[in-house]
């Protein structure tokens, strides 16, 4: 985080604000056409193919970014609204430049597998923002099934848990391209919250040991 705050007085004015919301408005403005337009190839045109790029289509390292992973118009807007929420929650709590660059590292790491394996999704990455949400905020309510009141920390289990089995599944059918987009996913988590994680496994080691010397101390008062 040291390297953050660093970035962050050097080049703090520049950002995107409400960087969610655009995100979210693009998503749904590609749906919209692709939902009324079925036979037009909006959605061919938008994802990142790494021959495509090389070929000249270079637009692709940006729009995959509002390609919808789903063309249920119910689950679209549920699933918009939810990560505009997460979004905006998150650039409340880090201000927008930070959110600024934890989507943006997201991006990248996305791209570079990408390049790598052929083909990149952000949808991964955006999964993960609710990880980072319950970090930030764990103690955080969601109704489940609109009426039973869950926290965010224990939702999280969940969220793991699917992106380990997706990543499970993705190795043994050979989708490397998704295997390396859930890597991304996790390593920018763990790179925005893998330091506080570590001290806080240091603070527990730390309590044990002085609560241990603590109760040795009044043992041999007592003799």
Avoid at 68 to 87: A, T
Avoid at 148 to 155: D, E, F, G, Q, T
Avoid at 161 to 172: G, H, R
Wanted: positive net charge.
């Amino acid at each position: 985080m040291n390297l953050l705050n660093k970035l962050e007085r050097k080049f703090g004015r520049f950002y995107i604000q409400n960087l969610m919301l655009y995100i979210v408005i693009g998503n749904l403005i590609v749906f919209i056409f692709a939902y009324l337009f079925p036979d037009l190839p909006i959605t061919y045109y938008l994802d990142f193919d790494r021959d495509a790029v090389l070929h000249g289509q270079v637009w692709r390292v940006i729009s995959f970014i509002f390609y919808p992973y789903n063309f249920n118009p119910v689950f679209m807007l549920i699933s918009c609204y939810f990560y505009w929420m997460i979004g905006t929650h998150l650039e409340q709590a880090w201000g927008s430049f930070r959110f600024n660059v934890f989507y943006l590292t997201g991006i990248i790491g996305t791209l570079i597998g990408g390049f790598i394996t052929g083909y990149a999704t952000s949808y991964y990455l955006n999964l993960s923002l609710f990880l980072a949400l319950a970090a930030v905020f764990p103690n955080m309510e969601f109704l489940l099934f609109f009426f039973i009141p869950i926290k965010a920390k224990y939702l999280a289990y969940v969220d793991v848990a699917f992106l380990l089995w997706d990543f499970i599944m993705c190795c043994i059918a050979g989708q490397w391209s998704s295997v390396a987009a859930i890597l991304v996913a996790f390593l920018n988590i763990a790179l925005f919250f893998g330091g506080g994680f570590i001290n806080k496994i240091k603070d527990h080691f730390r309590y044990r040991k002085t609560r241990k010397n603590f109760k040795i101390n009044m043992t041999h008062r007592d003799d």
